[in-house]
T-cell receptor, first 111, second 115 residues
Framework: NAGVTQTPKFQVLKTGQSMTLQCAQD?????MYWYRQDPGMGLRLIYY???????DKGEVPNGYNVSRLNKREFSLRLESAAPSQTSVYFC??????????FGPGTRLTVT | GNSVTQMEGPVTLSEEAFLTINCTYT??????LFWYVQYPGEGLQLLLK?????DKGSNKGFEATYRKETTSFHLEKGSVQVSDSAVYFC??????????????FGGGTRLMVKP
Protein backbone atom coordinates (compact mmCIF):
# COMPACT_ATOMS: atom_id res chain seq x y z
CA ASN A 1 0.00 0.00 0.00
CA ALA A 2 2.02 2.95 -1.27
CA GLY A 3 -0.62 5.63 -0.64
CA VAL A 4 0.06 8.47 -3.07
CA THR A 5 2.92 8.22 -5.56
CA GLN A 6 4.25 11.03 -7.74
CA THR A 7 6.63 11.04 -10.67
CA PRO A 8 9.10 12.48 -11.35
CA LYS A 9 10.73 13.53 -8.06
CA PHE A 10 12.82 16.24 -9.71
CA GLN A 11 12.58 18.03 -13.06
CA VAL A 12 14.36 20.91 -14.73
CA LEU A 13 12.67 22.57 -17.71
CA LYS A 14 13.52 25.42 -19.99
CA THR A 15 11.02 28.22 -20.44
CA GLY A 16 8.37 27.19 -22.96
CA GLN A 17 8.82 23.45 -22.56
CA SER A 18 5.90 21.25 -21.56
CA MET A 19 5.63 18.38 -19.15
CA THR A 20 3.13 16.26 -17.25
CA LEU A 21 3.36 15.44 -13.56
CA GLN A 22 1.89 12.07 -12.72
CA CYS A 23 0.03 11.10 -9.56
CA ALA A 24 -1.56 7.83 -8.54
CA GLN A 25 -3.34 6.67 -5.39
CA ASP A 26 -4.16 3.18 -4.20
CA UNK A 27 -6.62 4.09 -1.44
CA UNK A 28 -9.69 3.89 -3.72
CA UNK A 29 -10.86 7.37 -2.66
CA UNK A 30 -12.83 9.70 -4.87
CA UNK A 31 -11.15 13.09 -4.37
CA MET A 32 -7.70 14.08 -5.63
CA TYR A 33 -5.84 17.41 -5.54
CA TRP A 34 -2.84 19.26 -6.92
CA TYR A 35 -1.05 21.89 -4.80
CA ARG A 36 2.02 24.01 -5.21
CA GLN A 37 4.21 25.06 -2.30
CA ASP A 38 6.39 28.14 -2.49
CA PRO A 39 8.60 29.64 0.24
CA GLY A 40 6.56 31.91 2.48
CA MET A 41 3.31 31.14 0.60
CA GLY A 42 2.21 27.91 2.21
CA LEU A 43 0.18 25.49 0.10
CA ARG A 44 -2.01 26.71 -2.71
CA LEU A 45 -4.58 24.56 -4.50
CA ILE A 46 -4.17 24.43 -8.28
CA TYR A 47 -6.92 22.00 -9.33
CA TYR A 48 -8.96 19.28 -7.74
CA UNK A 49 -11.14 16.39 -8.79
CA UNK A 50 -14.05 15.49 -6.53
CA UNK A 51 -14.69 12.26 -8.40
CA UNK A 52 -13.70 10.38 -11.53
CA UNK A 53 -14.70 12.41 -14.58
CA UNK A 54 -14.84 15.80 -12.85
CA UNK A 55 -12.22 18.50 -12.35
CA ASP A 56 -12.43 22.02 -10.94
CA LYS A 57 -10.16 25.01 -10.59
CA GLY A 58 -8.57 25.88 -7.30
CA GLU A 59 -6.88 29.06 -6.17
CA VAL A 60 -4.09 29.25 -8.79
CA PRO A 61 -5.10 27.35 -11.97
CA ASN A 62 -3.58 29.63 -14.63
CA GLY A 63 -0.91 27.94 -16.72
CA TYR A 64 -1.99 24.42 -15.76
CA ASN A 65 -4.33 21.72 -17.00
CA VAL A 66 -5.36 18.47 -15.36
CA SER A 67 -6.73 15.10 -16.37
CA ARG A 68 -8.51 12.61 -14.12
CA LEU A 69 -7.59 9.58 -16.16
CA ASN A 70 -9.41 7.10 -13.92
CA LYS A 71 -10.14 6.78 -10.23
CA ARG A 72 -6.46 6.12 -9.42
CA GLU A 73 -4.68 8.69 -11.56
CA PHE A 74 -4.72 12.50 -11.67
CA SER A 75 -2.13 14.26 -13.83
CA LEU A 76 -1.06 17.91 -13.96
CA ARG A 77 0.21 19.40 -17.24
CA LEU A 78 2.27 22.50 -17.85
CA GLU A 79 1.81 23.38 -21.52
CA SER A 80 4.41 26.16 -21.68
CA ALA A 81 6.51 26.34 -18.54
CA ALA A 82 7.45 29.71 -17.07
CA PRO A 83 10.02 30.57 -14.35
CA SER A 84 7.08 31.55 -12.08
CA GLN A 85 6.09 27.87 -12.08
CA THR A 86 9.28 26.89 -10.29
CA SER A 87 7.90 25.25 -7.17
CA VAL A 88 7.32 22.03 -5.30
CA TYR A 89 4.16 20.27 -6.47
CA PHE A 90 2.17 17.96 -4.23
CA CYS A 91 -0.61 15.61 -5.15
CA UNK A 92 -3.07 14.51 -2.48
CA UNK A 93 -6.07 12.27 -2.16
CA UNK A 94 -9.07 12.75 0.10
CA UNK A 95 -9.80 10.29 2.87
CA UNK A 96 -13.15 9.21 4.19
CA UNK A 97 -13.09 11.60 7.18
CA UNK A 98 -12.33 14.84 5.30
CA UNK A 99 -8.56 14.48 5.75
CA UNK A 100 -6.11 14.42 2.83
CA UNK A 101 -3.04 12.27 2.25
CA PHE A 102 -0.10 13.72 0.38
CA GLY A 103 2.49 12.36 -1.99
CA PRO A 104 6.24 13.04 -1.62
CA GLY A 105 6.26 15.94 -4.07
CA THR A 106 7.89 16.92 -7.37
CA ARG A 107 10.54 19.62 -7.30
CA LEU A 108 10.32 21.58 -10.55
CA THR A 109 12.78 24.22 -11.70
CA VAL A 110 12.07 26.30 -14.81
CA THR A 111 15.05 28.20 -16.17
CA GLY B 1 -15.05 32.44 3.84
CA ASN B 2 -12.90 29.98 5.75
CA SER B 3 -9.47 30.86 7.09
CA VAL B 4 -6.77 29.48 9.39
CA THR B 5 -4.24 31.62 11.27
CA GLN B 6 -1.10 30.20 12.83
CA MET B 7 1.59 31.81 14.89
CA GLU B 8 4.54 32.85 12.80
CA GLY B 9 7.80 31.05 13.27
CA PRO B 10 10.37 29.99 13.57
CA VAL B 11 9.83 28.60 17.03
CA THR B 12 13.15 27.60 18.57
CA LEU B 13 13.18 25.35 21.64
CA SER B 14 15.65 23.27 23.58
CA GLU B 15 15.17 19.53 23.75
CA GLU B 16 12.60 18.47 26.39
CA ALA B 17 10.92 21.89 26.41
CA PHE B 18 7.14 22.30 26.25
CA LEU B 19 5.69 23.17 22.85
CA THR B 20 2.63 25.20 21.97
CA ILE B 21 1.80 26.28 18.41
CA ASN B 22 -1.30 28.43 18.26
CA CYS B 23 -3.98 27.96 15.61
CA THR B 24 -7.28 29.81 15.28
CA TYR B 25 -9.85 29.44 12.56
CA THR B 26 -12.86 31.04 10.92
CA UNK B 27 -15.45 28.80 9.33
CA UNK B 28 -19.04 29.24 8.23
CA UNK B 29 -20.06 25.64 8.91
CA UNK B 30 -18.93 22.74 11.07
CA UNK B 31 -15.28 22.12 10.33
CA UNK B 32 -13.06 19.18 10.98
CA LEU B 33 -9.61 20.31 12.15
CA PHE B 34 -6.19 18.87 11.37
CA TRP B 35 -2.52 19.25 12.12
CA TYR B 36 -0.04 18.21 9.43
CA VAL B 37 3.75 17.94 9.76
CA GLN B 38 6.29 18.36 6.99
CA TYR B 39 9.84 17.13 7.54
CA PRO B 40 12.59 18.59 5.32
CA GLY B 41 12.34 17.41 1.74
CA GLU B 42 9.14 15.45 2.31
CA GLY B 43 5.41 15.79 1.76
CA LEU B 44 2.85 16.65 4.41
CA GLN B 45 1.88 13.92 6.86
CA LEU B 46 -1.34 13.92 8.83
CA LEU B 47 -0.35 14.28 12.50
CA LEU B 48 -3.72 14.39 14.24
CA LYS B 49 -7.33 15.40 13.73
CA UNK B 50 -10.56 16.29 15.54
CA UNK B 51 -14.01 16.25 13.99
CA UNK B 52 -16.23 17.97 16.57
CA UNK B 53 -16.13 20.40 19.47
CA UNK B 54 -14.20 19.24 22.57
CA ASP B 55 -12.60 16.33 20.68
CA LYS B 56 -8.92 15.86 21.46
CA GLY B 57 -6.67 14.57 18.71
CA SER B 58 -3.40 12.95 19.73
CA ASN B 59 -0.47 11.19 18.10
CA LYS B 60 3.26 10.70 18.85
CA GLY B 61 2.97 12.76 22.07
CA PHE B 62 1.29 15.69 20.31
CA GLU B 63 -2.19 16.82 21.33
CA ALA B 64 -4.73 19.39 20.19
CA THR B 65 -8.24 20.09 21.49
CA TYR B 66 -11.06 21.42 19.29
CA ARG B 67 -12.30 24.54 21.13
CA LYS B 68 -15.42 25.86 19.44
CA GLU B 69 -15.90 28.70 21.96
CA THR B 70 -12.50 30.17 21.16
CA THR B 71 -12.32 28.81 17.56
CA SER B 72 -8.90 27.36 18.33
CA PHE B 73 -6.96 24.12 17.82
CA HIS B 74 -3.59 24.70 19.49
CA LEU B 75 -0.90 22.03 19.09
CA GLU B 76 0.97 20.97 22.25
CA LYS B 77 3.70 18.54 23.21
CA GLY B 78 5.09 18.12 26.69
CA SER B 79 8.71 17.36 25.79
CA VAL B 80 10.04 18.00 22.29
CA GLN B 81 12.88 16.13 20.66
CA VAL B 82 15.36 17.15 17.99
CA SER B 83 13.51 14.81 15.62
CA ASP B 84 10.36 16.98 15.98
CA SER B 85 12.06 19.76 14.01
CA ALA B 86 9.74 20.33 11.05
CA VAL B 87 7.08 22.67 9.68
CA TYR B 88 3.62 22.26 11.20
CA PHE B 89 0.42 23.20 9.35
CA CYS B 90 -3.02 23.68 10.85
CA UNK B 91 -5.93 23.03 8.47
CA UNK B 92 -9.70 22.79 8.38
CA UNK B 93 -12.27 21.08 6.23
CA UNK B 94 -15.72 22.66 6.25
CA UNK B 95 -18.01 19.67 5.95
CA UNK B 96 -21.21 21.59 5.29
CA UNK B 97 -20.21 23.22 2.01
CA UNK B 98 -17.33 21.29 0.65
CA UNK B 99 -18.25 18.93 -2.14
CA UNK B 100 -14.60 18.37 -2.94
CA UNK B 101 -13.50 17.88 0.70
CA UNK B 102 -11.07 20.73 0.27
CA UNK B 103 -8.73 21.85 3.03
CA UNK B 104 -7.97 25.41 4.09
CA PHE B 105 -4.38 25.62 5.39
CA GLY B 106 -2.62 28.00 7.71
CA GLY B 107 0.71 29.40 6.61
CA GLY B 108 2.78 26.89 8.58
CA THR B 109 5.05 27.24 11.63
CA ARG B 110 8.65 26.11 11.53
CA LEU B 111 9.86 24.40 14.72
CA MET B 112 13.56 24.05 15.43
CA VAL B 113 14.62 21.95 18.42
CA LYS B 114 18.19 22.27 19.64
CA PRO B 115 19.97 19.51 21.58
Amino acid sequence: NAGVTQTPKFQVLKTGQSMTLQCAQDMNHNSMYWYRQDPGMGLRLIYYSASEGTTDKGEVPNGYNVSRLNKREFSLRLESAAPSQTSVYFCAEGGSNYEQYFGPGTRLTVT
Amino acid sequence: GNSVTQMEGPVTLSEEAFLTINCTYTATGYPSLFWYVQYPGEGLQLLLKATKADDKGSNKGFEATYRKETTSFHLEKGSVQVSDSAVYFCALSDRTRNAGNMLTFGGGTRLMVKP
